[in-house]
């Protein structure tokens, strides 16, 4: 079995891990409203997923009083 004689650095250990890094999410368009959002999630403008409203859009009723519960 291979085993290393040196020790690694910790500089030459963090230059490997500097590349080691999350790459920026993808964005679809919503086919609805055409807005970005991540895949295989509802969208957070119209509330759709997959060709459906999952997720009941509520429209603030500006002469409704503010509660805050």
Known sequence: MAVPKKRTSSARRDKRRAQHKAGKPNLNSCPRCHSPRLPHRVCPTCGTYAG????AQRIADPTAPHTHE
């Open 52 to 55: 459906r409203e999952v997720v």
